[in-house]
């Protein structure tokens, strides 16, 4: 028996299909696909119903996957383990984050350390939505959410919190009377974020305040279209300080409010709870904890 075989069969299940395990595996489908098939000849049954659109488990494949999938995932965590323990940073990094804080923070990142380390590999794939807890197998998944209901094989750690604001066009707000208080806002078209149930603000005086974002006039995970949207005037968007600096330095965006802080957007590292992280995970964060401390 190849052991080897047993494997790809586990990843090719985790992976749900082979294209996708040979993307994560970096290595070619032919080669996933003719270890399963010599894996079913061997043991003599079929394990996996393939079709043009899916893959499912036959009753046997289901068996053999609970009885080993396991043990295997102990033996790839061990091993990586022990490649940790080396000081080499190399193999594949796999990252995902949300659009508002990967397209701008973590590409330095991810160009610098490639640059000190010639044979690691990143990839980074900038959601819209909410990114399930390494459904694909990541090294690090960068949340705007508390995970506190994670499990306990997670670690989450907080690496960033981006100051936002208020931000919206000037031929906007020229049709309104100025603005004093949050509570104003609700006549104006608001731009919300796909979660967005209220908008946090800090009074002057150092009072919470919530505003009920109500019937907004669009709602996007996409910071990028709300973005867009308040730059063609379209209504208010609350979009990190960072993110809009560009339309603001070019008066396309004008900051609302000034005096009255936003809620700040946190963002969460999670990353798999071993005991020594990979050295790729190691240089990644002490790369980002770097420029943590820079900006703040």
């Known amino acids: 028996m190849n052991w080897d075989d047993f494997d790809a069969f586990c990843q090719v299940v985790d992976h749900g299909g082979f294209t996708a395990a040979a993307r994560a ?34 009753e046997a494949g289901e068996s053999l996957y609970r009885d080993i999938s396991k043990p295997f995932t102990q033996l790839r965590e061990l091993a ?10 190399q193999g594949t990094l796999r990252i995902a984050a949300p659009y508002e804080f990967g397209a701008h923070h973590l590409a330095a990142v991810a160009c610098g350390i490639m640059a000190k380390h010639p044979q690691l590999k990143v990839h980074i794939d900038v959601e819209h939505t909410r990114v399930a807890l390494f459904e694909r197998h990541y090294d690090i998944v960068f949340s705007a959410i508390e995970h506190s209901f994670a499990p306990s094989s997670v670690v989450t750690r907080r690496v960033f919190s981006l100051e936002r604001g208020l931000f919206a066009a000037p031929q906007l707000l020229a049709q309104f009377p100025p603005l004093a208080a949050p509570e104003d806002l609700n006549s104006l078209p608001l731009l919300a974020g796909a979660d967005d149930t209220d908008w946090e603000f800090t009074a002057p005086d150092g009072a919470a305040v919530k505003l009920e974002v109500r019937n907004p006039r669009l709602r996007s995970g996409n910071a990028g279209a709300r ?6 005037g379209l209504g208010v968007a609350r979009i990190t300080a960072t993110y809009c600096a560009g339309a603001v330095a070019q008066g396309e965006l004008v900051a609302l409010l000034p005096q009255w802080r936003c809620a700040p957007l946190r963002i ?22 770097g420029l943590s401390s820079h900006e703040g």
């Open 268 to 289: 969460y590292a999670l990353m798999p709870g071993r005991h020594l992280p990979p050295a790729k995970v190691r240089a990644f964060m002490e790369a980002l904890d």
């Open 80 to 89: 990586v383990d022990a490649v940790a323990k080396g000081a080499q940073v």
């Open 25 to 58: 595996l970096d290595r070619p489908k032919s080669s996933l696909s003719a270890s399963v098939a010599r894996l079913e000849e061997q043991l003599g049954t079929r394990l996996l119903e393939r079709t043009t659109r899916s893959l499912r488990l036959t």
């Open 227 to 232: 973005l867009e949207a308040a730059r063609a």
